[in-house]
């Protein structure tokens, strides 16, 4: 796939950008700089990264731009500028000039002003300028001149101009703004009309380009709809004929429509497709296995940090989740809201119950088979998944031992796991080392979730945080990852498999080895 290598080079500078921001953030809260914004910061942060020569597709004009793909989203409009989407951090309509005439390249629609969507494949675009959002106390006509007269002169010339449509990823959370690229739109109208202020504005028709992997109606729907977007991704209309996409997605949905959120499978390595397994999103327990139902609490109008919620109570009095769900630190075992408790469904203490939230990708990698990466920016602490997989005893184990690629031992949680440091979750191999000794092992070969397509890595991105909200039996708790960094769109979500060297049997007790190709400097060269 000819993009790969700048995808790479994209996804590079998106995670530079975070780590500047994340940085300059925690320094102005520090300082308690009130004035300054976070908008100022992140467009510090994307200038001093282009003083550094990390921008990516500088210069770039018309077209797609090479390692962005339609769906890709963004947090920040600086990061729209940085890898050469949009090269204006508050201008809607970018422009260059051609023959001494301004012809567009890109817009963003930032939910400013009043555009809409006529279909899938069709939108109104408002013009810029007299916006009375912008300028309160003066609301005038907009003018044929900027932006506008360069979105006319593309309809003039035929050029293809991106778009970059913005969303509210949760309803009601207006901080919570994703940029979505849309791919390439043609002007094939526009006309002069009154706006709501009574003044005139410009409105421009823009129609997709033949073509490109469609989009699902969510994302062009209007505001009230915009929760859904949970629900997008590009890649679900399987009609399409894009050449690209046929030769990319192997599998539109891994889950076959049972997780909330369709996971596509894409390969650009060579033709396989995932092997076959049965997906299942709740543990698959054996028939000799009994279920004992938690204690739960009876907080009929939601949990809160006391001792009086007995949920907090188990969770040292505090609830270990903050408002955005984020978990907060790293803990030998979390105890969530459960079934049996009288608290709401949106009680803040029910998370990973809820099942993954991210736009997840199964990819095929160079050198360690299949991989999963999130299309989304992943903020630190987030809920990513759960392991899920047949439940086995010790003894059924030991009879597939010599098929361990999805067995995943649990229960061993009585070791100190290092507490959230500098907003990073500390958790470093050896800090819950797998025991080969009894207890209970998951085994997601042939009935599984996505968990099962997570590598090892010597520097993770995530860890497994133990569980408790279903059952009361501590020796059985749920395995679910959580990010231990903010992780760029595109990056491989990776956990510390926590083997000990030298340590694991095959069925005949020889030694096993097997290499670790995580490629990180950390890389100690062996998983086991
Ligand atoms: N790559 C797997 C697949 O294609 O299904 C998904 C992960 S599976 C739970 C674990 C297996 O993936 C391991 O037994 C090993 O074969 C491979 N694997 C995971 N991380 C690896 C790494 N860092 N280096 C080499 N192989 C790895």
Known sequence: YEDFSKANEVREALKLFDDLYTKLLREVKAKKCEGQSKRSIHIEAAMSLKNQKKWVNYGWTF??????????????????????????????????????????????????????????????????????KISATRVEDQKLEGGNLALKNSMDSGYPVRVIRSRQRVKDEKSDIRYIYDGLYTVTKY?????????????????????????????????????????????????????????????????????????????????????????????????????????????????????????????????????????????PLVYECGPCCKCPPSCKNRVSQCGPRHHLEVFKTESRGWGLRSRDYVSSGSFICEYVGELLDEKEAEKRIDHDEHLFDIGNYDEEIPERNNNKFEVESNCSQRKDEDGFTLDAARYGNVGRFINHSCSPNLYAQNVMYDHGDRRVPHIMFFASKSIAPLEELTYHYNYQIDHVYDANGDLKRKNCRCGSRKCSGRMY
């Open 191 to 331: 006309w002069q009309e009154r706006g709501p202020t009574g003044k005139f504005v410009f409105k421009f028709e823009l129609k997709r380009n033949f073509g490109q992997p469609k989009l699902t109606r969510e994302l062009v729907s209007q505001p009230a709809n915009l929760a859904k977007v949970n629900h997008f991704h590009p890649y679900v209309n399987k009609d399409t004929k894009s050449v690209t996409e046929q030769k990319f997605v192997v599998d539109y949905d891994i889950s076959q429509g049972k997780e909330k959120i369709p996971i596509p499978a894409v390969n650009a390595i060579d033709d396989e497709r995932p092997p076959p397994f049965t997906y299942i999103t709740k543990m698959q327990y054996p028939d000799w296995y009994y279920i004992s139902m938690p204690q739960g609490c009876s907080c009929t109008s939601g949990c809160s940090d006391s001792e009086q919620c007995s949920c907090a109570s188990k969770n040292g009095g505090e609830i270990p989740f903050n408002s955005r769900g984020a978990i907060i630190r790293a803990k």
């Open 63 to 132: 077209g797609h731009v090479p390692g962005v793909e339609i769906g890709d989203q963004f947090r920040f409009r600086a990061e729209l500028v940085m890898v050469g989407l949009h090269r204006q951090f508050i201008s809607g309509i970018d422009y260059v000039n051609i023959n001494r005439k301004d012809v567009a390249i890109s817009i963003v629609d930032s939910g400013r002003y009043a555009n809409e969507a006529i279909s899938s494949q069709t939108f109104i675009y408002v013009g810029q300028g007299g916006n009375p």
